[in-house]
C-alpha cells in the first residue's frame, strides 16, 4: 500500500513538471521562468514566455516544427519583438488565417532562446502541443493502424464507419497492391458546417477533406438519419487520398489528378448513375477531356468537376483492367521514384498520357 501511494505521489509529481516547466537557467543570471502554447483551434496558436535575468535580455526567438511529412526537416524561427528589460514577458501569435491552419491531431514542437546584454544566452528544452479541436467531445475507436474521432452518435455509428474504412482499405489493397504505411486520424464531425467551422476560409460545398501530409481524415457526417452508402463512399474517397500519398510521396513530382482522383473514385466502388448520365452525354457530343488536361486541376463547374471525376474512375479501371493490379502497383512506385507523368507512363506501360487517351477512348466507344 506504502509504495503504491509512492508510485502514485512520483507519477502526478512528473505530470505536475510536464505541465509546467521548471525554471531553465543559463547560469550567469539568465532565467527563462515559464513559457507555453495555447491553441485557439482553428485559427490562432499562442506562444507566451516569461524570463529575467541580471542585465537586460535583448533577444528572444522562438523555434518551431510541424510535425507531417517532410523531404527536409523545416525550423522556422521567429524573432519576438519585446522593450528590452531585466524582466521580459513576450508572446507571439501564429495567425492561421494568414498562413492556413493545422488539422486536427497535427501537432507542433518548440522551444525557445535568449540572449541577454552580456550575452548570455538560455535555449529551452522542446515541447510539443497537440492541436485539438476542443469544441466538442471526442471519443475513439481504434483498428489496425486507423483511429476515428467521433462526438454525436452511438458505438454502433462510430464501428459501421470503422468497418467502411477497413473495407475501403481492403479494396485498395486489392485493386492496386497500395496499404498504409503510417497511422492515419479520421475526425467524423456531425455536420458539414461543424467540418467548415474546423477550417480556415472553407469552400461552402466541403463535405470532406484529406490532409495527406498530416495523416489526417476531417468530413462530415450526420447520424441522424445516416446515409450509409454516402458515408462509406465519402470514407473510401478520402481514405485512399492518404493511403497514395503515402506511398508516392517524394520531393520531385506529384501524381496526375486524373490517377489521384481515379483511384480514390475506384475506391469508392460501382460509378454512380449521375457520372455515367455525364459521361454518355459527352461522348455523344465529342466533349471528353484529353487524359493530358486531367493532369491538371479539375474544373470548378459541376458539369466540368462530374466528367472529369467520371473519366478519372474510367481510366483507372481500364488501368487496372487491362493491365492488372501489379501493374498500378509499378506505376505508383515509379512515381515515387519521381518520374514525370509520361515518363512513369512509358516506363510501367509503354505509352505516355496521348496513348493512354487514345487506347482508353477506343476501348470506351466499344463498351457503349
Same mark, same amino acid.
Given at each position: ?51 529575467? &535575468? ?37 508572446? =507571439? ?25 552580456? #550575452? ?13 479541436? #476542443? ?37 485498395? $489493397? ?12 479520421? /475526425? ?8 467548415? *467551422? ?5 469552400? $461552402? =460545398? ?7 501530409? /498530416? ?9 441522424? *438519419? ?26 520531385? &513530382? ?38 493530358? &488536361?486531367?493532369?491538371?486541376?479539375? &474544373?470548378?463547374?459541376? %458539369? $466540368? ?20 493490379? %501489379? ?26 498520357? %496521348? ?14
Amino acid at each position: 500500500m506504502i509504495r503504491k501511494a509512492v508510485l502514485t505521489a512520483l507519477l502526478l509529481c512528473l505530470l505536475l513538471t510536464a505541465a509546467f516547466p521548471g525554471v531553465v537557467r543559463a547560469g550567469d543570471g539568465l532565467s527563462v521562468i515559464s513559457n507555453s502554447a495555447v491553441m485557439e483551434f482553428p485559427s490562432r496558436l499562442v506562444f507566451d514566455i516569461a524570463a529575467e &535575468s541580471d542585465a537586460d535580455i535583448t533577444d528572444i526567438r522562438l523555434h518551431y516544427r510541424v510535425d507531417r511529412m517532410e523531404h527536409a526537416r523545416i525550423t522556422s524561427e521567429i524573432y519576438v519583438g519585446f522593450t528590452p528589460a531585466r524582466s521580459v514577458d513576450a508572446q =507571439w501569435v501564429w495567425d492561421m488565417r494568414m498562413t492556413g491552419g493545422l488539422p486536427p491531431g497535427s501537432g507542433v514542437s518548440y522551444w525557445w532562446t535568449v540572449t541577454d546584454a552580456q #550575452n548570455n544566452t538560455v535555449r529551452t528544452e522542446p515541447q510539443s502541443i497537440l492541436i485539438e479541436d #476542443n469544441r466538442y467531445d471526442w471519443r475513439s475507436l481504434t483498428e489496425g493502424q486507423v483511429t476515428l474521432y467521433w462526438y454525436k452518435g452511438d458505438d454502433d455509428f462510430a464501428e459501421a464507419l470503422m468497418e467502411f474504412s477497413q473495407q475501403a482499405l481492403g479494396r485498395l $489493397e486489392a485493386n492496386t497492391g497500395a496499404a498504409l504505411e503510417n497511422p492515419v486520424r479520421i /475526425y467524423i464531425y456531425a455536420s458539414s458546417a461543424d467540418l467548415q *467551422g474546423s477550417m480556415i476560409y472553407p469552400q $461552402e =460545398w466541403t463535405g470532406g477533406v484529406a490532409y495527406t501530409r /498530416y495523416g489526417v481524415v476531417a468530413m462530415g457526417i450526420s447520424p441522424s *438519419g445516416f446515409d450509409f452508402d454516402w458515408g462509406e463512399r465519402v470514407i473510401s474517397h478520402e481514405l485512399t487520398h492518404l493511403v497514395i500519398h503515402q506511398i508516392t510521396f517524394n520531393p520531385y &513530382s506529384g501524381l496526375p489528378t486524373w490517377l489521384d482522383e481515379g483511384l480514390a473514385m475506384s475506391s469508392e466502388g460501382e460509378l454512380q448513375a449521375s457520372f455515367l448520365n455525364v459521361l454518355e452525354r459527352a461522348r455523344k457530343e465529342s466533349r471528353l477531356i484529353t487524359v493530358r &488536361s486531367l493532369a491538371s486541376p479539375f &474544373s470548378v463547374y459541376a %458539369d $466540368e468537376s462530374l466528367l472529369a471525376y467520371g473519366q478519372s474512375y474510367m481510366l483507372v479501371t481500364y488501368l487496372i483492367d487491362e493491365y492488372g493490379r %501489379d501493374k498500378m502497383f509499378e506505376l505508383l512506385g515509379t512515381f515515387r521514384q519521381g518520374s514525370s507523368y509520361d515518363e512513369a507512363l512509358e516506363q510501367v506501360y509503354g505509352f505516355d498520357m %496521348d496513348g493512354l487517351n487514345t487506347r482508353w477512348r477506343a476501348d470506351f466507344e466499344v463498351a457503349q
